[in-house]
């Protein structure tokens, strides 16, 4: 049997055009065929025919002086016909700016690689296609979350870039630019989670806010949902199995900050405790919510406030180099056993910047004694989260998920002093 040529990249890039504009052209006619109006420019063929001409116009001239010449001609004959459309009080300008992206489909198939052209396609596609979702996320998108957006973007694209790769300490490793870098992880976890918990599920279900509020912070989630088992009418059963799924996520949270950074001889260690325990929360979040039923249904739950302000992020930095000078004192002075009772009394206060900075840190401490840090002060963080838990919803049906942080606190400790005997 003779052996097939492969296909020409020419004929793949002309199918690819020909079939892209011919798809984007059936996704306008069918946004017009739903929208009940007439958006003016263009039919399927037309668009089809526009794809094909910019891709002839690049591959005759590859300077592309041809094809700006085509471009400068459509622009003006879009023009025309959009005036013509804006005499007779149609306003829309959409089918005139895809017929204009749909010219580029030509070049983008000759000059660029694959992926871009399909990635340049879905997204035109997502626009048409998922109106409905977008005007739904427009009307609910709050005026602050440009700044918000802004805020994250000089912290990720203007910040970090400027600080040096300089050591900050002698007994500090991580530099400027790892320090602001670990910053911008965390707060770009709470704030996906932020977003998600706003926008794509505004619901505020108490099981989704310990989920992506774990995400966010287990402790500030389990604060929330304390003082919401304490308002009547809410259905406690799921108030407690969402503490429990809080702490849950918690573990999965630090995992992946752990790994993300660079840690993966950390991570692999800490890979079975947090395993057991995280499993461990889901089972006796599942029972929790699975029990006998309570008085009132799923009353929805205030919101976390998003992550992404400056006081936070120096805060965190802050914290970093105070908790790496107070690991390095007490290691100096008390060894290991000193790191241990350090990192109960963390678990008290914000864990994260602790115990990356432990993980950053020239500490003469191996990487065994390092991963019990961790899990003694996240250990201690579950028993803050149950008193919370206690203190603030003052209901007994959730006393359960206190308990089970209680005792998730005792087993972290247990594992670290059988794991170290």
């Not at 001609?73 to 009080?89: P, S």
């Not at 739904?136 to 802004?150: C, G, I, K, P």
């Not at 910053?183 to 108490?206: E, K, N």
């Amino acid at each position: 049997m003779p052996n097939l040529a492969p296909l020409s990249p020419l004929l793949v890039a002309f199918i690819a055009t020909t079939l892209f504009g011919f798809v984007i052209g059936l996704e306008l006619h069918s946004y017009r065929r739903a929208g009940g109006q007439d958006l003016g420019f263009g039919t399927t063929r037309t668009f089809t025919l526009l794809a094909v001409l910019g891709f002839t116009l690049t591959l005759l001239d590859p300077s592309l002086h041809l094809y700006a010449f085509g471009l400068v001609a459509v622009t003006v004959l879009l023009a025309l016909n959009y005036w013509v459309r804006l005499r007779a009080g149609q306003q829309s300008l959409l089918a005139t700016l895809i017929a204009l992206l749909v010219f580029l489909i030509g070049p983008l198939s000759l000059r660029q690689p694959i992926w871009l052209l399909i990635l340049y396609v879905v997204v035109i596609l997502l626009l048409l296609g998922e109106k409905p979702g977008i005007r739904r996320f427009s009307d609910a998108f709050r005026s602050s979350e440009a700044a918000t957006l802004a805020k994250f973007l000089i912290m990720a694209g203007l910040i970090l870039p400027l600080l040096p790769e300089r050591q900050i300490a002698p007994f500090l490793s991580v530099t400027y630019y790892q320090l602001w870098l670990a910053v911008i992880v965390v707060s770009g976890i709470s704030y996906l989670s932020y977003l998600a918990q706003t926008y794509f599920f505004p619901s505020r279900g108490a099981l989704l806010t310990g989920l992506l509020g774990g995400l966010y912070s287990s402790t500030a989630a389990t604060v929330v949902l304390g003082r919401q088992a304490h308002e009547p009418g809410g259905d406690d059963r799921t108030l407690a199995a969402a503490i429990v799924l809080a702490t849950a996520m918690m573990y999965l949270r630090l995992f992946s900050l752990i790994l993300i950074l660079g840690h993966d001889a950390i991570a692999w260690r800490l890979v079975i405790p947090f395993a057991v325990l995280f499993a461990g929360s889901l089972g006796v979040a599942w029972l929790l919510h699975h029990g006998p039923a309570t008085v009132g249904g799923e009353a929805g739950v205030p919101p976390l406030r998003h992550p992404l302000e400056f006081s936070t992020a120096v805060l965190f930095a802050f914290l970093f180099v105070v908790f790496a000078a107070l690991t390095h004192w007490v290691i100096g002075r008390y060894g290991t056993t000193g790191l241990h009772l350090l990192s109960f009394a963390v678990g008290f206060t914000d864990i994260d910047p602790f115990i990356l900075s432990l993980l950053a840190g020239r500490f003469h401490v191996d990487e065994a004694g390092l991963a019990a840090a961790v899990i003694v002060a996240s250990g201690s963080n579950n028993l803050l989260k149950g008193l919370y838990a206690v203190v603030l919803s003052r209901n007994r049906r959730v006393l359960p998920a206190a308990i089970w942080l209680f005792v998730s606190c005792l087993l972290s400790l247990v594992y670290v002093y059988w794991h170290g005997s």
